[in-house]
């Protein structure tokens, strides 16, 4: 078995909890429902989107220094970061020149991928993430279980726990208006205090240097606001060409990953506050490896709304966490294999491949036919099981041979028939743990065919 | 000799022949007789999700050079089109052979309403159905309209269906989730496969279907191999064997 197919056992064998995170996130896919459905122009964005971003990296380099022109001149600081060791230098490194050592974090996947909390701790830095599901998760000392929703495998009753352990809320208090009370009253201390901000980028536009957060709790703007330093980490595929593309890809954000029509806040940042830094980390951690595959690039037309994990009838009943990479669900399964072949060539096979992934994707993905693709080239490279490359190959013998394929067939059937039930439901039958074999009958349909004609 | 090559898919040919007899009949009723060429094995599928697209290459190479004299070639599976229509090309290189072959392969509603132009099926079936939209033949071969996009609405099998007299559907909370079955999906991640189709089973038996059915046995193989496992009373058909048999 694959790690995620061993890890998607052990959450499907909670059957109430497996029942209630997917029916969770399905309400999350309904929700999206309504809010597409009432924009009738809706395939159309899609369609614009995908070429936007399609157009934006056959020529990413060129649009990249633009925007570090402009940016530059609005007075930010751009860093170049070829991988998550260099981000997280440079954030360590603007963090020790200042001595700054307060950090409040919002969303950001990209420190995510870069571990960066870990990296800062080790180097004495307090880093709070602001966000609620990302503290949720934080205070829990897990990882994200889904890009938008982070806490998402956790139940009220466990935040509440976990609350009253660390904010010291009252004990088996779980409702969620009291709780993100607590959470907001000790986040709010931690936004005074601190001495730098993190956030990171939804787009970032070639044209003004200028570059987007959205957010629904208006952290990030605290986080930007309120300390006199301001780090944004983006990876290189955020960026678009014109001010005017927003009016594209914002429509399609908060629709496909919540809902919503638009986020609670869309914050626009072109240059630094009166008096304060802000500094810019452009980080390619791999990217550009994804660009120079003409099979894969299209991953990295991808805006994070996490609609793909929403619908995946396979993430909503096996937790983001099955996944055992950043980012979970479809895109991290067909992102993934391209970092490291070897350690993730188990998740493009954890898709029924149903295409409803594809269908979602406000960018046009063709998320499942990646996932496909990337199974051949994972099992060209021989990173596919053994066994599975096996019998595909005497599959193939045999069915390049018609008298043979009647042959096996028949003698399949015949089995079938004949063994005693205990030999055909031995443990290492795996269709039969839980379901009953296809019928067996004595003569095939082509057998019955040949006959009919006589 | 008819102008018409049935493609029937390996697992029907062994398993389900009475599926395989009934497209057969179905269609010589629509005056369409077909043609099956024995040479026929498998369209490779099973090999290429499994990531071994050199097991796979050689019977798409088959699959072109069997059907290539015919006219139109008709399938009982939407997943077996479709991995002719859209997938052929990820194996083999362009030719205008692979064009001409793939560009004729047809789903078996699809070739009724779309080719043949025949929109209702003269017959009755008192039954409540309910029909699994299997993912191909929605997403791939878009026999209907999918619930994630934003298009006029559109479902091709159930328009068959519905011309029989009496017939009445289980309306499905999730109108078009995937049952689970995913070919090797089905082994590989076996708890969530199953898990996902005893969910699906769950709403067929909620909007109260007697009979489920579907353009793919695949999926339905899956199901029912769930449902008598838990010795659940309902039955499956496929498309082909309601649509032939009301006609009868």
Redesign the interface.
């Known amino acids: 078995?694959?790690p995620?197919?061993q890890r998607?056992?052990a959450y499907?064998?909670d059957?109430a909890r497996?029942?209630w995170h997917?029916k969770a996130l399905?309400h999350v896919r309904q929700k999206r429902?309504a809010a597409?459905?009432s924009?009738?122009e809706?395939?159309a964005l899609r369609t614009q989107a995908a070429a936007l971003k399609a157009h934006t990296l056959s020529r990413l380099a060129e649009y990249l220094e633009e925007f570090e022109r402009n940016a530059t001149k609005l007075g930010v600081v751009v860093h170049w970061a070829v991988d998550a060791e260099e981000h997280n230098a440079v954030v360590l490194g603007i963090l020790k020149e200042r001595g700054l050592v307060r950090l409040v974090k919002s969303k950001s996947m990209l420190t995510e991928e870069c571990h960066l909390n870990g990296f800062l701790e080790k180097h004495g830095v307090d880093v709070i993430d602001t966000d609620l599901g990302e503290r949720i998760v934080q205070l829990a000392q897990e990882t994200p279980s889904h890009i938008v929703l982070p806490a998402i495998h956790k139940k009220k009753e466990e935040i509440g726990e976990l609350f009253h352990e660390h904010l010291h809320t009252e004990s088996g208090a779980s409702d969620p208006k009291y709780l993100t009370e607590a959470a907001r009253g000790h986040l709010r201390e931690r936004f005074l205090a601190a001495d730098v901000g993190l956030t990171g980028v939804n787009f970032a536009i070639a044209e003004t240097g200028g570059f987007v957060v959205c957010t629904n709790e208006g952290n990030a703007d605290l986080g930007a606001s309120l300390p006199r330093v301001h780090i944004a980490a983006m990876g290189v595929e955020k960026l678009i060409p014109r001010a005017e593309d927003l009016a594209v890809f914002v429509r399609l954000l908060a629709r496909s990953a919540t809902g919503q029509p638009v986020t609670s806040y869309t914050s626009h940042f072109h240059g630094p506050r009166p008096g304060g830094e802000l500094h810019l980390v452009i980080v390619d951690n791999g990217r550009s490896a994804l660009l120079a595959s003409a099979t894969h690039r299209r991953a990295l037309a991808c805006i994070r709304c996490g609609a793909c994990m929403n619908?995946c009838?396979?993430f909503r009943?096996?937790g983001g966490h099955s996944y055992g990479a950043t980012v979970p669900g479809p895109i991290g399964s067909v992102l993934a294999p391209s970092g490291d072949g070897r350690r993730y060539a188990g998740l493009?096979?954890?898709?029924?491949?149903?295409?409803?992934c594809?269908?979602?994707c406000p960018v046009k993905i063709d998320l499942?036919?990646q996932l496909?693709?990337w199974?051949?080239e994972?099992?060209?490279e021989g990173l596919?099981p053994l066994g599975?490359?096996l019998?595909?190959?005497v599959?193939?013998f045999v069915?390049?041979r018609?008298r043979l394929?009647r042959l096996v067939?028949w003698l399949?059937?015949a089995a079938m028939r004949l063994l005693p039930r205990a030999l055909l439901y031995l443990p290492l039958n795996?269709?039969g743990?839980?379901?009953?074999?296809?019928?067996?009958?004595a003569?095939?349909?082509?057998?019955?065919?040949?006959k009919?004609l006589k | 000799m008819t102008d018409v090559g049935l493609f029937?898919p390996?697992?029907?040919?062994?398993?389900?022949?009475e599926?395989?007899?009934a497209t057969?009949k179905l269609l010589e009723r629509l005056d369409c007789p077909v043609d099956?060429p024995?040479?026929?094995?498998?369209c490779?599928q099973?090999?290429?999700?499994?990531?071994?697209?050199?097991?796979?290459r050689?019977?798409a190479e088959?699959y072109l050079s069997i059907f290539e004299r015919y006219r139109y070639v008709v399938c009982p599976s939407g997943s077996c089109t479709a991995m002719v229509r859209?997938?052929y090309r990820?194996l083999l290189p362009p030719s205008p052979l692979l064009e001409a072959v793939t560009a004729k392969t047809y789903e078996l509603c699809e070739f009724v309403v779309d080719v043949l132009g025949v929109a209702r099926i003269a017959g009755a079936y008192p039954h409540r159905v309910g029909l699994h939209q299997s993912?191909?033949a929605?997403?791939?071969l878009r026999l209907g309209s999918?619930?994630?996009?934003?298009?006029p609405h559109l479902d091709k099998v159930r328009g068959l269906l519905s011309s029989l007299e009496g017939i009445r559907f289980a309306e499905l909370q999730?109108k078009d989730?995937?049952c689970?079955?995913?070919?090797?999906?089905?082994?590989?991640?076996?708890?969530?496969?199953?898990?996902?189709?005893k969910?699906r089973l769950a709403d067929h038996l909620l909007g109260g279907a007697d009979v489920i059915t579907g353009v793919d046995m695949s999926c339905l193989?899956?199901l029912?191999?769930?449902a008598?496992?838990a010795k659940t009373p309902v039955r499956f058909a496929h498309v082909a064997e309601i649509l032939a048999g009301a006609a009868a």
């Open positions: 078995m694959t995620h197919a998607a056992a499907v064998a059957t497996m029942h997917d399905w429902d597409v459905a924009v009738p809706w395939e619908t009838p396979v009943r096996s493009p096979f954890a898709s029924s491949l149903c295409g409803s594809t269908d979602v499942h036919h496909l693709l199974r051949q994972l099992g060209a596919t599975k490359r019998a595909a190959r599959g193939s069915l390049q018609p394929y067939g399949a059937r795996a269709w743990r839980q379901r009953e074999l296809p019928p067996a009958p003569r095939s349909f082509r057998a019955q065919f040949r009919a | 029937i390996c697992y029907v040919d062994q398993c389900y022949p599926v395989g007899l057969v099956f024995e040479a026929q094995t498998c490779g099973p090999m290429g999700n499994a990531g071994n697209a050199e097991a796979a050689p019977l088959r859209h997938h990820d993912c191909h929605l997403r791939e999918a619930s994630e996009l934003v298009v999730r989730e995937c689970g079955f995913g070919g090797v999906f089905s082994v590989g991640e076996e708890a969530v496969s199953c898990a996902m189709g969910d193989m899956h029912q191999g769930l008598s496992r």
